[in-house]
């Protein structure tokens, strides 16, 4: 069975920076597109970001387009989400998935393209 596990969460102020990694354990294709999604207390969960297993091909939702960057290390299995200029807002539970072997191109944004999740981590952002 394939995991996955988020780590980097925390508190920060108004205007900080955290980064998440998300790692994957053997199971994993080294070939799956990875996502990030958040959900806040009392709201849906949504998308954050994206990115293809080449690296190549990157999606953003539109709150986070320029404060956000998501990368990822093959080698290491590993993906990772940049949170620079955190806002409150930002608040929620960061959760990465992975897909099944895809094209190295595909970055999926819906969350059904995902089959692989973390247990999340928590983001605390002070106004």
């Known amino acids: 069975q394939a995991q996955l596990k988020e780590s980097g969460g925390g508190l920060m102020q108004t205007g900080g920076s955290l980064r998440l990694s998300c790692a994957a354990s053997t199971g994993t294709s080294g070939s799956s597109a990875v996502g990030w999604f958040r959900q806040a207390p009392g709201k849906e969960r949504e998308f954050v970001a994206a990115?293809?297993?080449?690296?190549?091909?990157?999606h953003y939702t539109d709150s986070v387009k320029g404060r956000f960057t998501v990368y990822r290390d093959n080698v290491m299995d590993t993906a990772y989400l940049q949170m620079n200029s955190l806002k409150p807002e930002d608040t929620a539970i960061y959760y990465c998935?992975?897909?099944?072997?895809?094209?190295?191109?595909?970055?999926?944004?819906?969350?059904?393209?995902?089959?692989?999740w973390g247990q999340g981590t928590q983001v605390t952002v002070s106004s």
């Open positions: 998935a992975a897909t099944p072997p895809v094209w190295r191109g595909y970055a999926a944004t819906a969350s059904s393209a995902y089959n692989y």
């Open positions: 990115i293809s297993w080449s690296g190549e091909v990157t």
